[in-house]
Protein backbone atom coordinates (compact mmCIF):
# COMPACT_ATOMS: atom_id res chain seq x y z
CA UNK A 1 0.00 0.00 0.00
CA UNK A 2 1.73 3.73 -0.57
CA UNK A 3 2.14 5.75 1.89
CA UNK A 4 0.39 9.37 2.44
CA UNK A 5 2.90 12.53 1.59
CA UNK A 6 3.65 14.32 4.08
CA UNK A 7 1.29 17.14 5.93
CA UNK A 8 0.25 19.21 8.57
CA UNK A 9 -2.56 18.17 10.54
CA UNK A 10 -5.23 20.08 12.12
CA UNK A 11 -8.88 19.34 13.55
CA UNK A 12 -10.63 22.58 14.18
CA UNK A 13 -13.91 22.28 16.93
CA UNK A 14 -15.11 25.42 15.68
CA UNK A 15 -16.17 26.59 11.80
CA UNK A 16 -14.87 30.08 12.17
CA UNK A 17 -11.33 28.69 13.29
CA UNK A 18 -12.02 26.25 10.49
CA UNK A 19 -12.23 28.79 7.88
CA UNK A 20 -9.49 30.90 9.30
CA UNK A 21 -7.23 27.95 8.55
CA UNK A 22 -8.48 27.40 5.54
CA UNK A 23 -7.80 31.63 4.75
CA UNK A 24 -4.46 30.93 6.39
CA UNK A 25 -3.40 28.11 3.99
CA UNK A 26 -5.29 28.31 0.81
CA UNK A 27 -4.60 26.29 -2.09
CA UNK A 28 -1.93 24.57 -0.08
CA UNK A 29 -4.45 23.22 1.50
CA UNK A 30 -7.41 20.41 1.87
CA UNK A 31 -10.75 19.89 4.00
CA UNK A 32 -11.08 16.40 4.89
CA UNK A 33 -14.83 15.03 5.81
CA UNK A 34 -15.72 11.57 5.72
CA UNK A 35 -11.78 11.19 3.85
CA UNK A 36 -12.86 8.53 1.77
CA UNK A 37 -11.86 10.39 -1.54
CA UNK A 38 -9.42 12.56 -0.10
CA UNK A 39 -7.26 9.91 1.51
CA UNK A 40 -7.50 7.57 -2.13
CA UNK A 41 -6.45 10.89 -4.20
CA UNK A 42 -3.76 11.47 -1.80
CA UNK A 43 -2.00 7.67 -1.75
CA UNK A 44 -2.22 8.08 -5.22
CA UNK A 45 -0.53 11.35 -5.97
CA UNK A 46 -3.03 13.36 -7.20
CA UNK A 47 -3.65 15.63 -5.00
CA UNK A 48 -0.91 16.76 -2.12
CA UNK A 49 -1.42 19.25 -0.02
CA UNK A 50 0.91 20.43 2.77
CA UNK A 51 -1.83 21.29 5.35
CA UNK A 52 -4.85 18.72 5.98
CA UNK A 53 -7.90 20.47 7.92
CA UNK A 54 -10.16 17.62 9.63
CA UNK A 55 -13.72 19.09 10.18
CA UNK A 56 -15.17 16.04 11.64
CA UNK A 57 -15.07 17.43 15.08
CA UNK A 58 -17.46 20.48 14.28
CA UNK A 59 -20.45 19.81 15.63
CA UNK A 60 -23.21 22.02 14.07
CA UNK A 61 -21.87 20.20 10.36
CA UNK A 62 -23.32 16.95 11.18
CA UNK A 63 -27.13 16.91 11.29
CA UNK A 64 -30.94 17.02 10.22
CA UNK A 65 -32.93 19.39 10.92
CA UNK A 66 -36.88 19.28 9.86
CA UNK A 67 -38.67 22.32 9.26
CA UNK A 68 -42.05 23.36 8.23
CA UNK A 69 -41.23 24.53 4.60
CA UNK A 70 -38.03 21.64 4.16
CA UNK A 71 -34.91 20.01 5.43
CA UNK A 72 -31.79 21.04 6.46
CA UNK A 73 -28.41 18.39 6.20
CA UNK A 74 -25.40 19.57 7.89
CA UNK A 75 -22.34 18.54 5.16
CA UNK A 76 -20.87 16.29 7.62
CA UNK A 77 -23.73 13.91 7.73
CA UNK A 78 -22.99 10.54 6.68
CA UNK A 79 -24.42 8.51 3.66
CA UNK A 80 -25.43 5.97 5.82
CA UNK A 81 -27.40 8.57 8.25
CA UNK A 82 -28.96 9.90 5.37
CA UNK A 83 -29.96 6.49 3.85
CA UNK A 84 -31.40 5.49 7.64
CA UNK A 85 -33.59 9.05 8.20
CA UNK A 86 -37.10 7.80 8.17
CA UNK A 87 -37.76 11.85 7.08
CA UNK A 88 -35.69 11.69 4.56
CA UNK A 89 -37.37 8.45 3.42
CA UNK A 90 -40.80 9.86 3.13
CA UNK A 91 -40.34 13.10 2.24
CA UNK A 92 -37.22 12.68 -0.11
CA UNK A 93 -37.85 9.50 -1.40
CA UNK A 94 -34.70 9.39 -4.00
CA UNK A 95 -32.45 10.90 -2.26
CA UNK A 96 -32.77 7.78 0.13
CA UNK A 97 -32.64 5.35 -2.92
CA UNK A 98 -29.12 7.27 -3.67
CA UNK A 99 -27.71 6.86 -0.55
CA UNK A 100 -28.71 3.42 -0.31
CA UNK A 101 -26.46 2.44 -3.61
CA UNK A 102 -23.38 4.38 -2.61
CA UNK A 103 -20.29 2.22 -2.34
CA UNK A 104 -21.12 -0.09 0.48
CA UNK A 105 -21.99 0.20 3.98
CA UNK A 106 -18.72 0.60 5.86
CA UNK A 107 -17.63 3.34 3.30
CA UNK A 108 -21.07 5.14 3.45
CA UNK A 109 -20.80 4.62 7.48
CA UNK A 110 -17.97 7.43 6.78
CA UNK A 111 -18.58 9.26 3.59
CA UNK A 112 -20.24 12.35 3.82
CA UNK A 113 -22.95 14.31 1.61
CA UNK A 114 -20.61 17.43 1.68
CA UNK A 115 -17.32 15.26 0.20
CA UNK A 116 -20.16 13.67 -2.19
CA UNK A 117 -21.14 16.22 -3.39
CA UNK A 118 -17.27 18.62 -2.96
CA UNK A 119 -15.50 15.70 -4.54
CA UNK A 120 -17.62 16.71 -7.98
CA UNK A 121 -17.61 13.39 -9.50
CA UNK A 122 -19.97 13.06 -12.18
CA UNK A 123 -21.25 9.74 -10.79
CA UNK A 124 -21.33 11.52 -7.84
CA UNK A 125 -24.73 9.56 -6.65
CA UNK A 126 -26.40 11.94 -4.43
CA UNK A 127 -26.29 14.99 -7.15
CA UNK A 128 -29.18 14.05 -8.93
CA UNK A 129 -30.98 13.73 -6.52
CA UNK A 130 -30.42 16.80 -4.98
CA UNK A 131 -30.45 18.62 -8.31
CA UNK A 132 -34.27 17.20 -8.94
CA UNK A 133 -35.30 18.60 -5.19
CA UNK A 134 -34.06 22.06 -6.37
CA UNK A 135 -31.61 21.87 -2.81
CA UNK A 136 -29.49 25.27 -2.19
CA UNK A 137 -26.21 24.61 -0.66
CA UNK A 138 -24.85 27.17 2.24
CA UNK A 139 -21.11 27.85 1.67
CA UNK A 140 -19.22 30.39 3.86
CA UNK A 141 -15.96 32.26 3.59
CA UNK A 142 -14.48 34.71 5.96
CA UNK A 143 -16.39 37.46 4.80
CA UNK A 144 -19.97 35.31 5.32
CA UNK A 145 -22.36 32.87 4.08
CA UNK A 146 -23.61 32.56 0.58
CA UNK A 147 -26.71 30.20 -0.67
CA UNK A 148 -26.80 28.86 -4.15
CA UNK A 149 -29.14 26.61 -6.31
CA UNK A 150 -27.26 23.61 -6.62
CA UNK A 151 -27.66 23.69 -10.33
CA UNK A 152 -24.89 26.25 -10.03
CA UNK A 153 -22.57 24.13 -7.64
CA UNK A 154 -20.43 21.60 -10.53
CA UNK A 155 -18.36 23.06 -12.82
CA UNK A 156 -16.69 19.88 -14.26
CA UNK A 157 -14.96 16.93 -13.31
CA UNK A 158 -13.57 17.23 -10.09
CA UNK A 159 -14.10 21.73 -10.29
CA UNK A 160 -16.76 23.16 -8.16
CA UNK A 161 -17.48 26.76 -7.63
CA UNK A 162 -15.71 26.60 -4.00
CA UNK A 163 -12.53 28.49 -3.96
CA UNK A 164 -9.68 28.38 -1.38
CA UNK A 165 -10.80 29.72 1.68
CA UNK A 166 -14.52 28.53 1.10
CA UNK A 167 -16.59 25.83 2.78
CA UNK A 168 -19.80 24.04 2.29
CA UNK A 169 -21.78 24.65 5.39
CA UNK A 170 -25.20 22.57 4.77
CA UNK A 171 -27.71 21.64 2.13
CA UNK A 172 -31.49 22.68 2.16
CA UNK A 173 -33.67 20.84 0.30
CA UNK A 174 -37.59 22.56 0.26
CA UNK A 175 -40.10 19.94 0.71
CA UNK A 176 -41.80 18.44 -2.48
CA UNK A 177 -45.54 19.93 -3.33
CA UNK A 178 -48.25 17.30 -1.86
CA UNK A 179 -48.61 14.61 -4.44
CA UNK A 180 -45.20 14.76 -5.77
CA UNK A 181 -43.21 11.51 -6.58
CA UNK A 182 -39.80 10.95 -6.87
CA UNK A 183 -37.28 8.14 -7.71
CA UNK A 184 -33.62 7.64 -8.52
CA UNK A 185 -32.43 4.57 -10.67
CA UNK A 186 -28.89 3.67 -10.97
CA UNK A 187 -26.86 1.34 -13.72
CA UNK A 188 -24.15 -0.79 -13.14
CA UNK A 189 -22.50 -3.80 -14.15
CA UNK A 190 -22.17 -5.31 -10.84
CA UNK A 191 -24.28 -4.91 -7.53
CA UNK A 192 -21.92 -3.88 -4.99
CA UNK A 193 -19.56 -0.75 -4.58
CA UNK A 194 -19.88 0.19 -8.62
CA UNK A 195 -19.72 3.63 -9.71
CA UNK A 196 -22.53 4.22 -11.91
CA UNK A 197 -22.35 3.70 -15.56
CA UNK A 198 -25.70 5.99 -15.61
CA UNK A 199 -27.46 7.11 -13.31
CA UNK A 200 -31.17 8.62 -13.60
CA UNK A 201 -33.51 10.63 -10.50
CA UNK A 202 -37.12 11.87 -11.58
CA UNK A 203 -39.80 13.57 -9.87
CA UNK A 204 -43.35 14.03 -11.05
CA UNK A 205 -46.56 15.54 -10.24
CA UNK A 206 -49.77 13.85 -12.01
CA UNK A 207 -53.35 16.24 -12.27
CA UNK A 208 -56.35 14.44 -13.61
CA UNK A 209 -53.36 12.69 -16.28
CA UNK A 210 -51.75 15.69 -16.63
CA UNK A 211 -48.13 16.52 -16.05
CA UNK A 212 -48.10 19.39 -13.55
CA UNK A 213 -44.40 19.46 -12.51
CA UNK A 214 -41.65 17.06 -13.97
CA UNK A 215 -38.00 17.39 -13.13
CA UNK A 216 -35.09 14.64 -14.54
CA UNK A 217 -31.22 14.97 -13.84
CA UNK A 218 -28.36 12.29 -15.01
CA UNK A 219 -25.61 11.36 -13.75
CA UNK A 220 -21.88 9.56 -15.28
CA UNK A 221 -23.41 10.86 -18.88
CA UNK A 222 -21.82 14.64 -18.93
CA UNK A 223 -18.72 16.19 -17.33
CA UNK A 224 -21.03 17.34 -13.96
CA UNK A 225 -24.68 16.10 -12.85
CA UNK A 226 -27.08 17.59 -15.00
CA UNK A 227 -30.45 18.32 -15.33
CA UNK A 228 -32.57 17.45 -18.50
CA UNK A 229 -34.25 20.14 -19.42
CA UNK A 230 -35.80 19.13 -23.15
CA UNK A 231 -37.36 16.04 -21.77
CA UNK A 232 -38.17 18.06 -18.81
CA UNK A 233 -40.26 20.27 -21.66
CA UNK A 234 -41.42 17.33 -23.57
CA UNK A 235 -43.76 16.50 -20.45
CA UNK A 236 -44.53 19.51 -18.91
CA UNK A 237 -48.39 20.19 -18.87
CA UNK A 238 -49.57 17.74 -21.30
CA UNK A 239 -51.29 14.32 -20.73
CA UNK A 240 -49.16 11.41 -19.79
CA UNK A 241 -49.08 8.58 -22.28
CA UNK A 242 -46.39 6.37 -24.03
CA UNK A 243 -45.77 8.54 -27.11
CA UNK A 244 -44.35 11.36 -24.36
CA UNK A 245 -42.77 8.92 -22.49
CA UNK A 246 -40.32 7.48 -25.23
CA UNK A 247 -40.06 11.13 -26.18
CA UNK A 248 -38.87 12.56 -22.99
CA UNK A 249 -36.31 9.29 -22.86
CA UNK A 250 -35.00 10.43 -26.15
CA UNK A 251 -34.70 13.86 -25.89
CA UNK A 252 -32.80 12.82 -22.36
CA UNK A 253 -30.40 10.83 -24.52
CA UNK A 254 -29.42 13.57 -26.70
CA UNK A 255 -28.92 15.95 -24.14
CA UNK A 256 -26.52 13.68 -22.21
CA UNK A 257 -22.43 14.16 -23.31
CA UNK A 258 -20.77 11.13 -22.01
CA UNK A 259 -17.43 9.31 -22.74
CA UNK A 260 -16.18 6.41 -23.54
CA UNK A 261 -13.91 4.64 -20.68
CA UNK A 262 -13.21 1.39 -19.25
CA UNK A 263 -16.42 0.66 -17.98
CA UNK A 264 -18.82 1.98 -21.41
CA UNK A 265 -18.91 3.57 -24.36
CA UNK A 266 -20.18 6.85 -25.27
CA UNK A 267 -23.13 5.05 -27.45
CA UNK A 268 -24.28 2.50 -24.64
CA UNK A 269 -24.17 5.40 -21.89
CA UNK A 270 -26.96 6.85 -24.42
CA UNK A 271 -29.00 3.67 -25.05
CA UNK A 272 -29.07 3.52 -20.90
CA UNK A 273 -30.22 6.96 -20.28
CA UNK A 274 -33.11 6.17 -22.83
CA UNK A 275 -33.80 2.78 -21.04
CA UNK A 276 -33.21 4.37 -17.59
CA UNK A 277 -35.72 7.49 -18.03
CA UNK A 278 -38.29 5.02 -19.58
CA UNK A 279 -37.94 3.16 -16.55
CA UNK A 280 -38.13 5.79 -14.10
CA UNK A 281 -40.96 7.95 -15.53
CA UNK A 282 -43.10 4.34 -16.13
CA UNK A 283 -43.00 3.83 -12.54
CA UNK A 284 -43.93 6.94 -11.46
CA UNK A 285 -46.65 7.09 -13.43
CA UNK A 286 -47.71 3.91 -12.05
CA UNK A 287 -47.24 4.76 -8.17
CA UNK A 288 -49.27 7.97 -9.32
CA UNK A 289 -52.23 6.14 -9.92
CA UNK A 290 -51.55 7.00 -14.01
CA UNK A 291 -51.63 3.84 -16.94
Avoid: W
Avoid at 135 to 160: H, Q, R
Avoid at 270 to 280: N, Q, S
Wanted: proline fraction near 5%; charged fraction near 25%; aromatic fraction near 6%.
Amino acid sequence: MKSLPQFEYFEPSTLQYAIYLLNKYSDSACVLAGGTDLIVQMRDGKKVPKYVVNIKKIPQLNRIEVGEKGVVIGALTTVNTIHESHIIKEIFPALHQAAGTLASYQVRNRATIGGNLCNASPAADLAPPLLIYSAKLKIVNKSGENVIPIDYFFLGPGKTVLEPGMLLKEIYIPKPNEGNRSVYLKFGTRRAMECAIVSVAASIRLEDGFCKDVKIALGSVAPTPIRAKTAEAELLDKKIDQRLIENAAEAAAKESKPISDIRASAEYRRDMVKVFVKRALYSLVEESGGQ
